[in-house]
């Protein structure tokens, strides 16, 4: 991970090991918020959206921290106000996402924060530098985790992080991909073209197939 501080902002960058649309995908949904950031978020990405975030502090008073999406760029930028519920005044988060040729990278910066007193602005951008560091650790880290299942001539891989939990699959080839058993993804019911078909209807990437010979598709 990346960190630059400037005068009233910083930005944080982590290289993801997912094309961009992926990575977006899992950055703004609400099922991917809830695996990187927590259930207690929900945002809104359309312009004039709402962001709200309810946790608690070291003294374990609920805080509400809440905003208002003011632009979006699906699949490359959103940026939002960012207020707790006992701030004087707004800051700005932007998310953003650029292609790389292993991937893509995440970039997070929040900026304003010349805006709060001077006698809470410094543990304040402190604080958010670390939130913001665990969160996109915890991001970057739901794109590694792969799991893997043998076929005959093809391998399925499994990215837990990433599934929507749409249940295509299941519907497509219930006798390989069944969430009701363990493993969940059992191959040795179906060919290898049956389940390149299941998998080619996921709609997140979180299954792919890999050639026995190491080539994927």
């Known amino acids: 991970m990346h960190l630059e501080h400037h005068s009233d902002r910083f930005r944080l960058s982590m290289p993801v090991a997912a094309p961009p649309a992926e990575a977006w995908a899992l950055l703004i949904s609400p099922k991917g918020i809830a695996k990187w ?9 359309q312009p004039g959206g709402a962001l709200r975030e309810v946790w608690r502090d070291d003294s374990d008073r609920e805080v509400i921290t809440s905003g208002t999406v ?3 760029e699906p699949g490359h930028l959103i940026e939002f106000s960012w207020a707790d519920d006992d701030w004087d005044a707004s800051t700005t988060v932007r998310w953003s996402c650029e292609a790389t040729p292993d ?28 939130g913001w560091s665990r969160h996109l650790e915890r991001f970057a880290a739901l794109h590694e985790l792969t799991r893997e299942y043998p076929a005959q001539q093809l391998t399925v891989e499994w990215r837990q992080g990433r599934c929507w ?9 219930g ?31 979180a299954l792919r197939i890999r050639r026995n010979s190491g080539r994927e598709l």
């Open 37 to 45: 950031w927590g259930p207690h978020v929900s945002l809104d990405p």
């Open 70 to 72: 003011r632009h979006h």
């Open 103 to 130: 991937g893509s990278i995440v970039h997070i910066e929040h900026a304003g924060w010349t805006a709060l007193p001077a006698s809470r602005r410094e543990v304040l951008r402190q604080v958010h530098v670390e």
């Open 165 to 173: 939990h749409s249940g295509n699959c299941v519907r497509a080839l």
């Open 175 to 205: 006798v390989v991909f069944n969430p009701k058993r363990k493993p969940w993804i059992d191959t040795s019911g179906a060919t290898d073209a049956e389940i390149e078909s299941a998998v080619a209807k996921c709609p997140s990437g």
